[in-house]
């Protein structure tokens, strides 16, 4: 079963002092429809944000095995986990590195997020779009709220778990998380959750296949409208 909540966009950290003034469901059900070819225009920078835990690679991997879509490599200060690569999973930083690429208006957007700095490259997303229908941006709603207020032009799409119960068990399964620290994420995961109203679209992630075929509608949906093919 899969869920999908409809409303139009509105306009408008640190993990223990998560804001959520700093921080935002959706579009129609629509039959399956196949991803139109490789772009003549840049392809959409969509924004994926959700609750830590919420398997927002695990879908952003299941919609690029699907078309022709890629994920951007964010950046960040913390340290990988058991199997992450730098340049694959992300762009693995020391702190000092991280705030000269700052100053160097290196970073889209950038933010601290449960003690640890993330950015998005600014180079590297523009040269993804010249080559992908579509380039996914998995942020969290701090890293979307700041894309907001730039006017970057972005799909922003919120991800979000069958309920909190669902994400505990997931956020165990990862294995890397103190009690402590779980707990924070669900804390935090609650004010995230009150912000999802603030972006174009809602999934709901209770089925992995259902919520990537999903993403792909909306996507393909707003390229359509893009390129005038409505």
């Known amino acids: 079963m899969w869920i999908v909540c409809v409303s139009r966009r509105k306009t408008s950290s640190d993990l223990k002092s998560f804001d959520p003034a700093q921080v935002g469901s959706i579009g129609k059900g629509a039959a399956t429809m196949e991803p139109l070819s490789a772009p003549n225009d840049p392809g959409v920078l969509v924004v994926l944000s959700g609750p830590s835990g919420v398997g927002k690679t695990a879908v952003s991997e299941c919609v690029i095995a699907k078309g022709n879509y890629v994920r951007a490599i964010t950046a960040t200060t913390r340290s990988p986990r058991d199997g992450e690569r730098d340049g694959v999973d992300y762009h693995f930083l020391d702190r000092e590195a991280f705030e000269k690429r700052i100053e160097e208006g290196g970073f889209l957007e950038y933010a601290e997020v449960h003690g640890n700095l993330y950015g998005?490259?600014?180079?590297?997303?523009?040269?993804?779009?010249?080559?992908?229908?579509?380039?996914l941006l998995l942020i969290d709603v701090q890293g979307a709220q700041n894309l907001r207020q730039q006017s970057v032009d972005a799909l922003h799409i919120f991800l979000e778990p069958p309920g909190l119960e669902e994400l505990q068990r997931r956020l165990k399964g990862r294995g890397d998380e103190t009690k402590e620290e779980m707990e924070i994420r669900l804390a935090n995961a609650r004010v995230e959750l009150e912000q999802r109203d603030k972006y174009d679209h809602c999934v709901v992630n209770d089925d992995l296949e259902n919520a990537a075929d999903q993403l792909i509608r909306i996507i393909e949906e707003d390229r359509q409208r893009r390129n005038g093919h409505q």
Do not use: E, F, L, T
Not at 120 to 135: F, G, L, M, T
């Open 120 to 135: 998005s490259p600014r180079v590297d997303i523009a040269k993804q779009q010249q080559h992908a229908n579509a380039v």
